[in-house]
């Protein structure tokens, strides 16, 4: 007989494909904390969920749900809320209509728990208040978008600007509805006041080592590569930063890019780099780490932890990034470059010293393994959820 309690998890996505990093966390927290939990999973999407999307969760949940936003409300929303001070993330997901449908649902299903992931889905859960939940932040939007302003101009700053404030003033207010409140790195964590930060439970992202381990039987014919979503902005700078600043003195380099929604704008900058390979979303995105002899990542922007580094070291590919994705990570044996002369020296004396490349490389998946374990998270999580 099943005695295991019902946890409602609450995504802004449906948490399949894996090509985006909220994606693969509530994938593998799903698959995990059903250890523990009847997961009912209720996923907001703006897209079609394809049928084998949910056959993936199947195994892993009592009951899924899929609540399609409309695309039109959705710009309505977005117009309207020109005039409130709720930030455009939360707008974006936020229905009215879906909102009244969950809460009646929350009410017949009686849930022991409610885990919330980010806090785009906040609003819909965040005045139940039969359970006690979970808020798991991840990052925190408004220091990427504090970052990301930095590097833009004219209305877009100023716009950029506006919800990087709006976001800090609800990141700290929503937290007063949930008990319990995760985020991914002790970085993002620290850019809470004090009285919230105290309380905050950091759980890092983990990697599955089964499926990400190193391929011999693929050739490395790549100097570097670099992988990650390509419709996000702190990739899309990363690709034209790799290219503006080491590329252009390093032409020799041939570099492999791959990720999930490369923008048009993209493809043409791209386009007349013969060094330059970029290929769309993999079902095997394995295979691309493994025709790289070094994975680079040079991150301006953004926060939180790079899936993408812990992949890369569970394939055994010695890493370069800039502390600003390395603190996410600390004592992991990768290569912190911040300037574009201690990323050259870095990669040279990696492509010249191959036998030291590897060494780095093997210290990577070790350390992946001991320390990024997603059993131990959820494990955790489950701890933390039962605390009452």
């Known amino acids: ?37 009847n997961i009912h999973l209720m996923a907001l999407t703006d897209e079609t969920v394809q049928t084998a999307w949910i056959d993936e969760l199947t195994p892993y949940t009592h009951k899924i749900e899929v609540f399609k936003l409309s695309r039109w409300r959705i710009g309505l929303r977005l117009l309207f809320n020109i005039l409130y001070s709720r930030p455009f993330q939360t707008a974006y997901f936020t229905d009215f ?26 609003e819909y859960v965040k005045h139940y208040h039969h359970c006690h939940k979970t808020l798991d932040y991840m990052d925190l939007l408004s220091l990427g978008m504090e970052r990301r302003k930095n590097r833009l101009r004219g209305l877009k700053k100023r716009m950029v600007e506006m919800e990087s404030h709006r976001l800090n003033e609800y990141e ?18 620290n850019g809470l006041p004090y009285p919230h930060r105290k309380h905050i439970q950091v759980i890092p992202n983990g990697i599955d080592t089964h499926k ?19 419709s996000y902005a702190p990739n899309v ?3 034209h930063w790799l290219c503006d600043n080491l590329l252009a003195q390093r032409p020799q380099w041939n570099v ?14 791209l386009k007349g780099k013969s060094n330059v390979r970029m290929l769309g979303w993999q079902d095997s995105i394995q295979s691309v780490y493994s025709r790289g002899k070094i994975f680079l990542a040079p991150m301006q922007i953004g926060t939180g932890m790079q899936n993408k580094l812990l992949e890369a ?26 300037t574009s002369e201690e990323m050259l020296q870095a990669m040279d004396h990696l492509l010249i010293n191959p036998e030291y490349a590897k060494q780095l490389g093997r210290e990577g998946r070790a350390f992946v393994q001991k ?15 039962h605390r009452h």
């Open 172 to 189: 700290q207010r929503i937290f007063h509805y949930f008990e319990h409140q995760l985020m991914i790195s002790q970085q993002d964590a």
């Open 313 to 338: 070291m569970a394939m055994e590919l010695p890493c370069i990034t800039t502390s600003l994705a390395a603190e996410a990570i600390p004592n992991s044996p990768v290569i912190v470059a911040n």
């Open 97 to 122: 209509f879906i909102q009244r449908e969950i809460l009646k649902k929350l009410h017949q299903i009686q849930p022991y728990h409610i885990f919330c992931q980010m806090i785009r889905p906040a």
């Open 237 to 239: 700078d990363a690709v």
């Open 256 to 269: 492999l890019i791959a990720g999930a929604n490369p923008s048009s704008k993209l493809d043409a900058y």
């Open 1 to 37: 007989m099943n005695h295991k309690v019902t946890l409602v998890f609450i995504t802004s996505r449906f948490p399949f494909p894996l090509e985006k990093g909220d994606k693969l966390r509530a994938y593998y927290l799903i698959k995990g904390l059903s250890e523990y939990f």
């Open 212 to 230: 990400f381990n190193p391929n011999t039987s693929i050739e490395a014919t790549f100097d570097a590569v670099f992988v990650g979503n390509l």
């Open 371 to 385: 320390h990024y374990a997603w059993d131990a998270w959820t494990e955790k999580i489950s701890r933390i959820i």
